[in-house]
């Protein structure tokens, strides 16, 4: 094995479009390459129907991802670089299941099932299963029992892991009699690349189990039989077929195996570390520490925080997606909150806006196709940036237009998919960009709400760090969002903050730190931009904000039920 600085490590992002390879120094966490595979499948719309909420990857398409992902950054490299890898950390989206044999192999992946969606991966942001959600929050308030949803923030989401189960197991009666078990996406890929796929012996991940299985050690693991049994009769016997120890991804699932050892231009027999998602990685690669709120802005938010054990107690904080030993940083209490839409907003602002390109322009008379593919193409890569720029114009204190940001349900404070969006105060005057402005402070008005149910819940926030897409280049949005927080946001200096992250969980699984805040204090990411409130603003945007509450609180009733 080489030695110091000459050790590499690999860190894998599985994200919702695409898988990213990114090859980083152990000794400093310096990104030297980096290579993105998109899933061929996925985005030639296979599995998926956006109308019905589902959303469905191919095993096929993480495999073949993850090779050519790894393959492509390594060739960046001298030809050494893959004898110099050290280890592997892998995180990816989640809450994304999937039923698989007695062996461990994805339905989809065996004869008959190829073809069918419900024995693939169900994505993070299918809500397909919200009344199997309802059913689970139902029974846990009503059984006599035990709230097994008490360390989930009291309220069980249709983005999470038994929701999704008992979703497919009603829906499918193939899958139901095929399926001997279920594995996280984050799970199964650490057990592919080691050969360990045994559902009854792959080792699982703490940071999934706790946030999205109610795993916790206060009951002894997952659920138990009696109670999801009341949940659905179809659930009777699963539990003995998962799992009741969950693992922190500072720990090896295994060595690489020399298959993939093979395939991926490696050494076999490097540790790769127990997955976990995207956002909880994340976090440790932009440098979380206590009473910081890391918010990864993309598609969608997610909001982490760590804190001491002691300061958290028993106490069980209310309206969050749980609180999780170890989930982000082992020995620290992990608390995720997040948005089910961010940027997801201003993109289905700027496709209503760029429907006559789409629709009429086509068929205008006297000019070619080829061109008209061309301005269609143009205008919606340059619409979004061309509203800022005229939305940033647009004194706030002048508008009428409030939106609220549940286009895809609400995560936090207190998950209810149920929800919809909403635009209130138009008049014949309101254009364009006083309508994306307005969607932009929802989202904005969104994440103060997580930071207010935190702080009501006794969790302080002292520091704000942002990484992502719309943190990167999203300057008028951020803007926006210091102002209606109230508070400085610091952006992470790395694109790669969540490759970076699952990194550093490599580094400390194959034993070159300790603990991951060692590895941190190396290998995290600094900050290259700082955005600070401006004082007027943040003043009017206090009195705003209460006006977006105030909105939520009527409508709520009225859009849960359409």
């Not at 966490?29 to 599995?47: M, Q, S």
């Amino acid at each position: 094995m080489a030695q110091g600085s000459d050790r590499l490590i690999i860190g894998i992002d599985y994200g919702t479009d695409s898988v990213r390879c990114l090859v980083v120094g152990a000794s400093d966490g310096k990104e030297l390459a980096t290579e993105v595979a998109p899933y061929k499948r996925w985005k030639a719309g296979k599995y998926s129907d956006p109308a019905s909420n589902r959303f469905r990857q191919h095993p096929l398409d993480y495999i073949e991802s993850l090779q050519a992902a790894v393959t492509g950054a390594l060739a960046k490299l001298p030809k050494s670089a893959g004898g110099r890898v050290a280890a592997i950390g892998i995180d990816t989206t989640g809450s994304t299941p999937c039923a698989v044999d007695r062996s461990g192999t994805p339905l989809a992946l065996t004869k008959g099932f190829e073809e069918n969606p419900n024995a693939m991966f169900v994505l993070w942001k299918d809500h397909t299963a919200v009344k199997e959600a309802e059913r689970v929050n139902s029974v846990s308030r009503g059984w006599g029992g035990t709230d097994f949803t008490k360390y989930a923030g009291g309220v069980y989401s249709s983005e999470w892991f038994w929701s999704k189960i008992l979703h497919v197991l009603s829906e499918d009666p193939k899958v139901r009699a095929r399926a001997f078990s279920w594995v996280e996406h984050c799970d199964w890929m650490p057990a592919l690349l080691t050969g360990t796929t045994d559902p009854l012996t792959m080792k699982r991940s703490r940071c999934a189990a706790g946030h999205k299985a109610l795993w916790h050690a206060e009951w002894g693991g997952l659920p138990p039989d009696e109670f999801l049994v009341r949940v659905d009769p179809r659930l009777r016997g699963l539990r003995e077929r998962l799992y009741s120890e969950s693992q922190t991804s500072d720990k090896s699932a295994g060595g690489l195996t020399g298959e993939w050892a093979k395939k991926l231009g490696l050494k076999a027999g490097i540790p790769v570390a127990v997955g976990a998602f995207d956002a909880h990685m994340g976090a440790v690669g932009g440098g979380i520490t206590e009473k910081t709120l890391l918010k990864i802005m993309g598609t969608s938010t997610c909001d982490m925080m760590i804190a001491d054990e002691r300061s958290v107690g028993s106490k069980c904080i209310a309206g969050i997606c749980g609180q999780v030993d170890g989930s982000i940083v082992p020995g620290m209490v992990g608390l995720e909150a997040g948005q089910s839409a961010f940027g997801d907003v201003y993109a289905w602002f700027r496709e209503l806006l760029c429907w006559p390109l789409q629709a009429v322009a086509p068929s205008a008379r006297g000019l070619p196709k080829a061109g008209i593919a061309a301005l269609g193409s143009d205008v919606g890569s340059r619409l979004l940036d061309a509203l800022a720029e005229a939305a940033e114009k647009i004194d706030p204190a002048q508008s009428s237009v409030i939106a609220l940001d549940w286009l895809n349900g609400r995560r936090t404070p207190f998950a209810d998919q149920t929800l919809k969006g909403a635009i209130a105060g138009l008049t014949l005057g309101s254009s364009a960009p006083r309508v994306y402005r307005a969607l932009v402070e929802a989202t904005a008005y969104g994440s103060r709400a997580i930071i207010e149910q935190f702080k009501a819940q006794g969790v302080g926030v002292s520091e704000i760090i942002a990484m992502g897409g719309v943190a990167k280049k999203g300057g008028f949005v951020m803007r926006v969002t210091a102002d209606v927080l109230g508070m400085p946001i610091k952006v992470a200096a790395s694109e790669q903050c969540v490759a970076l992250g699952a990194g550093i969980f490599g580094a400390v699984a194959a034993g070159i730190y300790p603990s991951v805040r060692e590895a941190q204090k190396k290998m995290a990411s600094g900050y290259d931009a700082k955005y600070v409130p401006d004082r007027k603003r943040a003043a009017l945007y206090n009195s705003l904000y209460k006006r977006y509450l105030d909105l939520g609180g009527r409508l709520e009733p009225f859009l849960r039920a359409l």
